[in-house]
């Protein structure tokens, strides 16, 4: 069974960070790709980040604005998305995303709050 587990979000105050991590289980973690996206209050999903597998590189969406490090380890079947300078414009859920099979894939995702 596919399951992808959100965690380390939280409350923060404009300007800080937060690491949020993501555990996979259910597949071949090391040969899928990994994505970050998140959802804002009554606006669509948004691409944040994706981790290629096989060493494939990272890539980021404009929303990153170079504060975002995402990173994966496939031992642990773990990704993590590293974020500073936090926006109250970041406040929103953020979900790791997998295509695993043809079918895509997150958590029940992590809340984020940035306050002003």
């Known amino acids: 069974q596919v399951q992808l587990v959100e965690s380390g979000g939280g409350l923060v105050q404009s300007g800080g960070s937060l690491t949020l991590s993501c555990t996979a289980s259910?597949?071949?973690?090391?040969?899928?790709?990994m994505n970050w996206v998140r959802q804002a209050p009554g606006k669509e999903l948004e691409w944040l980040a994706t981790?290629?597998?096989?060493?494939?590189?990272?890539f980021y969406g404009a929303a990153t604005t170079g504060r975002f490090t995402a990173s994966r380890d496939d031992r642990s079947n773990l990704v993590t998305l590293q974020m500073t300078n936090l926006k109250p414009a970041d406040t929103a859920i953020y979900y790791c995303?997998?295509?695993?099979?043809?079918?895509?894939?997150r958590g029940q995702g992590t809340q984020v709050t940035v306050s002003s």
């Open positions: 995303r997998a295509l695993v099979k043809g079918t895509s894939r």
């Open positions: 259910g597949f071949n973690f090391a040969d899928v790709a």
């Open positions: 981790i290629e597998s096989n060493s494939g590189g990272t």
